[in-house]
């Protein structure tokens, strides 16, 4: 990337437990976010969502190392069991579609206008 609007110290940043990211304010009015899974994946690059701004975190990698990722946080238990019948929907579906095939051995015939 480019050039950063500035560079902060993860220390500098606030935490929000609702939208679950770090955050830091932007010119714009609105304000920088990371989430602790993209610092985990060694992700640097806070964003702003209404403004074409980036700022460069300066953090310890080590400190995220083992922090889950960012859609294990919110998802429950019961929630992982729904996502996995619909994937084996899915599979069923495609079954499906494959036994209904049919593939015609008569090669079709093409008009070519001159």
Avoid: N
């Avoid at 922090?67 to 069991?81: H, M, Q, R, T």
């Amino acid at each position: 990337m480019g050039a950063y609007y500035d560079e902060i110290e993860i220390e500098d940043m606030a935490w929000d437990e609702e939208k679950r990211v770090y955050h830091y304010p932007c010119p714009c009015g609105d304000r920088f976010e990371i989430s602790r899974g993209q610092l985990a994946d060694y992700e640097d690059i806070a964003t702003c969502p209404s403004c074409s701004l980036v700022i460069r975190v300066i953090y310890d990698p080590l400190d995220y190392e083992d922090e889950p990722p960012d859609d294990d946080c919110e998802a429950s238990e019961g929630e992982e069991e729904e996502e996995g019948s619909d994937s084996d929907d899915a599979d069923q579906e495609f079954v499906d579609a494959i036994e209904h095939l049919t593939i015609s051995e008569e090669p079709k015939a093409v008009a070519v206008a001159a």
